[in-house]
């Protein structure tokens, strides 16, 4: 018989839950906001990415700092939504938010590089753990001037606290998380080998 969540069977609570991460994540909110602004099509854009990063390439920095917020906001409120209703399975919702940025049905599973989704997540889940990542990432863009290299050490930081602080199984997601980020990332980690990362300010 399997286990229980409130009147709900176990393993139909973890699906409903990824169900409802992975729509909320899904939505392509860089996409939308620069359509709104008449900004174009963002996949026509710089690397043709959906996230911040990309958006700011628009040179509209108030539609990038919205999307920056709005791409984490989606992952955190999928986290708290199922926490408040479900808390067994608020990280299978909070994953599948950000495997929605990462992979959205809406856009051929085309999406974002995951960033900001995992900052969302990270802060909803432990504040502190969030506030880390976000200071690596920023002593690290100040050190070395790199966005993709500041995001790929954040990234590092997640599993790393959460291995030494919280569970687990919040080790094993935010691990996960990173390994999908490091993936997303692949051209830029060769451009970072090659020396050909562009620095930030630089074109």
């Not at 393993?11 to 939308?32: R, V």
């Not at 955190?76 to 992979?103: S, V, W």
């Not at 856009?107 to 995992?118: D, I, P, R, S």
């Not at 990542?133 to 966005?147: D, E």
């Amino acid at each position: 018989m399997p286990l229980m969540a409130g009147n709900m069977p176990f393993d139909q609570t973890m699906i409903l839950a990824a169900l409802f991460g992975y729509l909320l994540g899904s939505i392509p909110f860089g996409l939308l906001l620069t359509r709104l602004a008449g900004l174009g099509d963002i996949r026509n854009v710089g690397s043709g990415n959906i996230g911040a990063t990309n958006v700011l390439r628009t040179g509209n920095k108030y539609i990038a700092a919205l999307t920056l917020v709005l791409d984490g906001g989606k992952a955190a409120a999928a986290l708290l939504i199922t926490q408040a209703y479900a808390p067994e399975a608020t990280l299978i919702a909070a994953f599948a938010a950000f495997a929605g940025h990462l992979y959205p049905v809406w856009l051929k599973f085309e999406g974002g590089k995951g960033v900001a989704t995992f900052v969302g997540i990270a802060l909803a889940y432990e504040p502190l753990m969030g506030l880390v990542c976000i200071l690596t990432w920023i002593l690290t863009a100040i050190v070395f001037r790199y966005s993709s290299l500041a995001s790929l050490v954040a990234a590092l930081a997640g599993p790393i606290y959460a291995g030494l602080f919280l569970t687990n199984f919040a080790g094993s997601i935010f691990a996960l998380i990173a390994a999908l980020i490091f993936w997303r990332h692949s051209s830029n980690i060769r451009h970072l080998i090659d020396g050909k990362e562009p620095k930030i300010g630089k074109s």
